[in-house]
């Protein structure tokens, strides 16, 4: 492991997927291209983002996420590549990042990743999808170097990751793959060795998942959203590692991304799902209390979204919503008693395929990573007080 060049917080590396470390709800998704360029927003706690202009070039990275590596209290970033081997950036507890090399091996690269404590050694894992090679878990030394873990199945195009069966230990779900396999892997750990058990699936061609309990009973359901009507479902978890899929009565279409949260406050998980082309605008589907969801009717995002991202704007414990597109700026909307307001704020450049929230800088509020399609460049931002 080698020490390379060191970030000030005004410049960030990486074209970042979304590991939303928020207070409503834990996933991963992010969508990105090779030569990406990266927005990253500092937090005031009280406000949005002016962005600044520090730049870091960049090879053909594919996705980010964002969580403590080494153990040391601060979030650092895993970058994944598509055609060369992940990497980490460790925060300096400032918000800067060193970056490490050589701790992963050829076959790290892929898509997208999660990122959790599988084995239960008390530091994180990681899981990185590929679509055309197997999809693993890279277990963590202790150093914020990896070792291969799990072959978890041929290949998956997005991952996520929960209790699913309530044991104590962290699954999987894997979304899409050349051949369409979308599963669900229960985690086996015993004696501090890990593998994995498929216990279900998910019909269609998916492009997400999002874990949360949709319908209040105790456990983790997966709502998932892709291309056409069969992606589009709820698999609802009955326990005893039992398993049902319905339809999520959306239109049928092309969906790029899924993420829960209680917009409204009132107890149960709601959905934000992305468009990916029009007519297929972006929905808030408001949930009844019992996994039942209906469109809210809110005028959201137009329909090119990538990722879609929960975070506090204003500190007023309403969660707010970001979400990139690809063929125009990302959307920003404000939470007002439950409603979606968009701000009109536009960051300087489209094509954003990647959003991740989370403490960067240690301030206490929520920063942010963007990932621009088909840029040369790394961009840094800082959150300034609009909201009073």
Known sequence: MSIGKVLSPQTIVTRLESMKLDRWHKTVIACSAPIALSVAAYGTGQGFF???????????????SAADFDNDGDIDLLNVLRTQPAQIWLNDG???????????????????????????????????????????????????TFSEGPVLQQDAYNVTTGDIDGDGDIDICTAGGSIGQSLVLLNRIESGEVSFEVVSGFTGNLSDIALGDVDCDGDLDAVSVG?????????????????????????????????????DLDGDLD??????????????????????????????????????????????????????????????????????????????????????????????????????????????????????
């Not at 002016?50 to 980010?64: C, M, N």
């Not at 039992?242 to 993420?259: C, D, K, M, N, R």
């Not at 007519?279 to 995002?301: I, K, Y």
């Open 50 to 64: 002016q962005v600044d202009s520090s730049v870091f070039p960049l090879d053909v990275s594919w996705s980010v």
């Open 94 to 144: 400032l918000g800067g990042f060193v970056f490490l090399s050589n701790v992963f091996e050829e076959r790290s690269a892929g898509y997208y990743a999660d990122c959790a404590d599988f084995d239960l050694d008390g530091d994180i894992d990681v899981v990185i999808a590929d679509s055309f090679a197997p999809t693993r878990v890279w277990l963590n030394n202790g150093d914020a």
């Open 227 to 263: 291309l056409g009507s069969s992606a589009n479902t709820v698999l609802w978890n009955l326990g005893d590692e039992q398993f049902v899929e319905t339809p999520l009565e959306i239109s049928s279409g092309h969906y790029g991304g899924i993420e829960l949260l209680d917009i």
């Open 271 to 388: 959905a934000y799902v992305g468009g990916q082309g029009l007519p297929f605008t972006d929905l808030l589907l408001l949930n009844d209390g019992r996994g039942g969801f209906a469109d809210s009717g809110m005028a959201v995002g137009t329909g090119s979204a990538y990722d879609v991202a929960i975070i506090d704007l204003n500190g007023d414990q309403w969660p707010d919503v970001f979400v990139t597109n690809r063929s125009s700026p990302s959307d920003t909307f404000l939470n007002v008693n439950g409603r979606l307001i968009k701000l009109t704020h536009v960051l300087p450049s489209a094509n954003s395929t990647g959003a991740a929230v989370a403490n960067l800088d240690g301030d206490g509020d929520d920063d942010v990573v963007l990932a621009n399609f088909k840029e040369t460049n790394l961009h840094l931002a800082e959150r300034r007080a609009m909201f009073r």
